[in-house]
């Protein structure tokens, strides 16, 4: 099984709806986060959690909320997708002290 | 504030010869410094990293990356290009004050031609 298992690995949604995206991990570190990618702007941090109860927004928060359900999951939501919000979605993982992080495969969001 | 950069969007180089992915990077306190790969399809997985030691860095699937304090800079390279090395490369930097968080570049697009 992979380190970090994000779910699903590819969604469409039609604007308006609500959607999760899920993140479990297995390598028993505190911190995760989710990051967006998009062609040519490289990744761009949404949110991220130091420990259960610790959740901050990251640099493009706007228009998505987490949700940290135990130490090994992480969710983000789209309360409203719209289709800027068409993007590959990343979820990762790391140890405190910031030494090397582990990502998800990804999943591939496209909002029509 | 920690930064750093990509200077190449793409880098296109022919399969057998050297390789180089250029990376400089800003930050507070000493630097700890990543590379990552990301193959298409896949997330990103580490290839190597500079904490502290020899400057000369030897990661997975032969790259090697070298750090240089007064150029800050840490360029991944490769002595021989595969096709398979073609992928898009991300260098990162850890925040030391921003809770040893890392920040990464924009991404260089590397390209091996037959």
């Known amino acids: 099984d992979a380190d970090v298992t994000q779910t699903p690995r590819n969604r469409i949604t039609k604007t308006g709806k609500r959607i999760m995206l899920e993140c479990s991990q297995t390598?028993?570190?505190?911190?995760m986060y989710w990051y967006r990618q998009d062609p040519g702007l490289g990744l761009r941090l949404i949110y991220y959690s130091f420990d259960v109860k610790d959740i901050n927004k990251g640099e493009i928060s706007d228009g998505y909320s987490v949700s940290r359900q135990a130490q090994a999951k992480f969710s983000l939501s789209l309360e409203s997708a719209i289709p800027n919000q068409t993007a590959l979605y990343f979820c990762?993982?790391?140890?405190?002290?910031?030494?090397?992080?582990?990502f998800g495969s990804g999943t591939r969001l496209t909002v029509v | 504030a920690q930064s750093v950069a990509q200077p190449e969007d793409q880098v296109n180089v022919a399969e057998g010869n050297p390789l180089t992915v250029k990376c400089t990077y800003s930050?507070?306190?000493?630097?700890?410094l990543f590379w990552y790969v990301q193959y298409p399809n896949r997330g990103l997985q580490f290839l190597l990293k500079?904490?502290?030691?020899?400057?000369l860095v030897k990661g997975s699937y032969g790259f090697e990356a070298e750090f240089n304090k007064s150029q800050t800079s840490f360029h991944l390279k490769k002595p021989s290009a595969l096709v398979s090395d073609s992928a898009l490369y991300f260098c990162?930097?850890?925040?030391?004050?921003?809770?040893?968080?890392?920040?990464f570049g924009g991404g260089t697009r590397l390209m091996v031609k037959p």
């Open positions: 990162a930097v850890r925040n030391n004050n921003a809770g040893n968080m890392l920040t």
């Open positions: 500079y904490i502290t030691g020899d400057n």
């Open positions: 990762a993982t790391s140890d405190n002290r910031g030494l090397g992080y582990t």
């Open positions: 930050v507070s306190g000493n630097p700890y």
């Open positions: 390598k028993g570190h505190d911190r």
